[in-house]
């Protein structure tokens, strides 16, 4: 079993920015690859960004392109999600998952991915 702890949601105003953190246990701390999804009310969970093993593949939305980064810190486990230039469309429930299969992709379906977090709430007001 594997556990994802996320934290560093929260609410902010449009233009601020967030640090998202995906804390994982010891069995997913590397040899897996890594993504950010989110979940707006009413809408599919929908991919933010991905990350392989090694953090030298990253991939996004094209909708945060630009404003948001993603990394990795094998040593403790822990992905990340820079969030800058926040928006009101970036409102939702965002959950970090990680990917066992093929550590060296990152995949954009949620069925590409193994195990999921709980989610973190980021809520963006004008």
């Known amino acids: 079993q594997v556990h994802l702890v996320e934290s560093g949601g929260g609410s902010v105003q449009a233009g601020d920015s967030l640090r998202l953190s995906c804390a994982a246990s010891?069995?997913?701390?590397?040899?897996?690859?890594r993504a950010w999804f989110r979940q707006a009310p009413g809408k599919e969970r929908e991919f933010v960004a991905g990350?392989?093993?090694?953090?030298?593949?990253?991939d996004y939305v094209d909708s945060v392109k630009g404003r948001f980064g993603i990394s990795r810190d094998n040593a403790i486990g822990t992905v990340y999600l820079q969030m800058n230039s926040l928006k009101p469309e970036d409102t939702a429930v965002y959950y970090c998952?990680?990917?066992?299969?093929?550590?060296?992709?990152?995949?954009?379906?949620?069925?590409?991915?193994?195990?999921w977090g709980q989610g973190t709430q980021v809520t963006v007001s004008t």
């Open positions: 998952a990680v990917d066992f299969k093929l550590p060296n992709r990152t995949g954009t379906y949620p069925s590409d991915y193994d195990y």
């Open positions: 010891r069995r997913a701390f590397s040899a897996n690859a």
């Open positions: 990350i392989n093993w090694s953090g030298v593949i990253v």
